[in-house]
């Protein structure tokens, strides 16, 4: 089946709407997403699609709007994406980060990947529904969110706890993190679907000491204390945990290869299979890095207390794991606590959604293969498990191969190619009429 000229429209509008949603600074902090919601409605009701504003706090703003489907009576499919942005120093970049600017085949500005293009496709898709007369296979919630970059407090959690209503019937979803083209060689690609993240174990550490003068002896210090115990973190090897989605993708990589993959012998299986062991080491582990350090006001005193932070990560099943070996490196005066802890996430990569949007990758991309991924970090996805959505990252988006995607994100000279944003909506449309 080929997408009728009906689609050549939304496909062609998508660069618009991308590019005007560039234009809104919606920085993260610094900035608000009002004036962007205000926009994603007004393009909403252009076509008769019924939404709803929803302001957290002044300023950040959120839709939600709802599709009716073909089959009612199914749970709907939750499809998010967020509104917000990181910063952008215009210094730094080729062309001014919010210009939504033409160059190369791309459209550059800050949000161009992560992920106005996907809240573009969202809406093109949507209109090309409307303006068609078509339902999607089920119900479709279309959720624009606030807050995302500062981890949803004003957005997706805030919603979840406040206006669960606003996503009643919905039983799965599908948001950033996957659904991305990988380069596996000069034809063929991975489209990584994630179906897991690992979770966040931020934690401060606390040194206590006793404080004294810089030039005594002191076996209580707490600056050699916490550092010792931070080099211990930082230094420390996790082991490798191989979950399923990321053995599945790995074999799938090995088959598509024609090398072996022996998960008994994981090094010698990661060294042939070239890129993809480095695109995936992030998920084979735990980890834990440390990443800031206070302590101490002047040279000669010797400070009665320390605190760090570190970053730990840990994959779903092992979160108890990296709490037992973080407890097991600190020394005895160090105690730790969280300042930002949230669940790891894992779903099982099947079922007819599942289905769906391999199938729609295949159809748009007969050398893609769909494999399922986890994620190395967190996305909205976290606040609507605990509605007790099943969440997938999907975005649709097939890049060339000279393109570093990863170093694109919340980097200099962010941008996607226009045919990327034309295949998300082929990609997307598909997926909504067989979800
Ligand atoms: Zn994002």
Known sequence: MTLTAASEQAQTEVVDLCAELIRFDTSNPTSDERAAADWVVDRLAEVGIASELVESAPGRASVIARIAGDDTERGALLVHGHLDVVPADAAEWQVPPFSGEIRDGYLWGRGAIDMKDTVAVMLATARHFARTGTKPARDVVLAFLADEEAGGKFGAHWLVEHRPDLFS??????GEG???SFALDDTRRLYPIENAQRGMAWMELTANGRAGHGSSPNDENAVTDLAESLTRIGRETFPIRLIEPVRALLEEA???YGVEFDENDIESSLARLGPVADFMQVVL???ANPTMFTAGYQTNVIPGKATARVDGRFLPGHEQELIDTIDRLLLPSVSREWVNHDIAMETTFDGPLVDAMCDAVRAEDPDGHPVPYCNPGGTDA???THLGIRC???????LPHDLDYGRLFHGVDERVPLEGLRFGVRVMTRLWQSC
Do not use: H, W
């Not at 019937?169 to 599908?174: D, F, H, P």
């Not at 997938?392 to 097939?398: A, E, I, Q, R, V």
């Open 169 to 174: 019937g919905v039983t799965e979803a599908i």
């Open 178 to 180: 996957g659904g991305f």
């Open 285 to 287: 582990r735990n980890s």
């Open 254 to 256: 090995a088959r598509l």
């Open 392 to 398: 997938f990252g999907f975005k649709g988006l097939k």
């Open 382 to 384: 976290k606040a609507f």
